[in-house]
């Protein structure tokens, strides 16, 4: 019987959760320090910051970019002229 469109990945899906579900678990004998969760918090946490801030304060000026870029490679694919302002002169 022929699986439905999208069956082959719920199959899989399946098949990987029954033998998830199957297989033996072991404890997890694993403790971290609070003290190196809290390095790793103050460490990694300004960064992601200081990268999201980074990318909010650029976005106008990286949409800006980005549709000038498309707007030149369109224009060479229909074989027009572009200028910055994205109009042919």
Do not use: C
Request: charged share 15%; hydrophobic share 50%.
């Amino acid at each position: 019987m022929p699986l439905p469109v999208g069956g082959h990945a719920a199959a899989k899906t399946l098949l990987l959760t029954a033998v998830i579900t199957i297989a033996g678990t072991q404890t997890a004998d694993a403790y971290i320090d609070p003290n190196s969760a809290g390095v790793l918090y103050q460490i990694l946490f300004p960064m992601f910051i200081a990268i999201a801030s980074t990318l909010a304060a650029l976005r106008g000026m990286l949409r800006r970019l980005w549709s000038r870029g498309v707007n030149a490679v369109v224009a060479t694919l229909r074989g027009e002229r572009f200028n910055s302002k994205g109009k042919e002169p």
